[in-house]
């Protein structure tokens, strides 16, 4: 199942409009569906809301796996955590120690530009 079938299906299991959800998330209805079709990605800020919202965890959303928020929030996880979810997502497989290396390296540089 992919990341817009877990938000559809989680949506509809809470009873959750896109309407309602787009207002919550302080986003376009037209993003969401974006998100909900597989036509955008959520960044991982948007993906940290989505699971809050819906009640369940991203790596739930991304992955399909841990559907109950147990153990940290997303705020929570470390950027490893947290890149190794998304690369999990963008490779359809768990990623190598070098693809890993290779993302933390990448958002390192990234995060250090906002700065």
Same mark, same amino acid.
């Given at each position: 199942?992919?990341?817009?079938?877990r938000?559809k !299906?989680r949506?509809? +299991?809470?009873?959750?409009?896109? %309407?309602?959800?787009s207002?919550?998330?302080?986003i376009?209805r !037209?993003?969401?569906n974006?998100?909900?079709?597989?036509?955008?990605? &959520?960044?991982?800020?948007?993906? +940290?809301?989505?699971?809050? *919202?819906?009640?369940?965890?991203?790596?739930?959303?991304?992955?399909?796996n /841990? &559907?109950? &928020?147990?153990?940290?929030l997303?705020?929570?996880? !470390? %950027? +490893?955590?947290a890149l190794?979810?998304?690369?999990?997502?963008?490779? /359809?497989?768990?990623p %190598? +120690? *070098?693809?890993?290396?290779?993302?933390?390296?990448?958002?390192?540089?990234?995060?250090?530009?906002?700065?």
């Amino acid at each position: 199942m992919a990341l817009g079938n877990r938000l559809k !299906s989680r949506s509809e +299991e809470l009873g959750i409009k896109q %309407t309602e959800l787009s207002k919550r998330l302080k986003i376009s209805r !037209s993003t969401l569906n974006g998100y909900f079709t597989g036509y955008r990605e &959520p960044d991982l800020k948007t993906l +940290e809301k989505l699971a809050l *919202e819906l009640d369940t965890t991203v790596e739930y959303l991304v992955t399909g796996n /841990n &559907p109950h &928020p147990q153990k940290a929030l997303p705020s929570e996880l !470390s %950027t +490893e955590e947290a890149l190794l979810i998304v690369s999990k997502n963008m490779l /359809n497989r768990a990623p %190598t +120690e *070098e693809e890993l290396r290779k993302f933390l390296d990448i958002a390192k540089v990234f995060f250090d530009a906002k700065d």
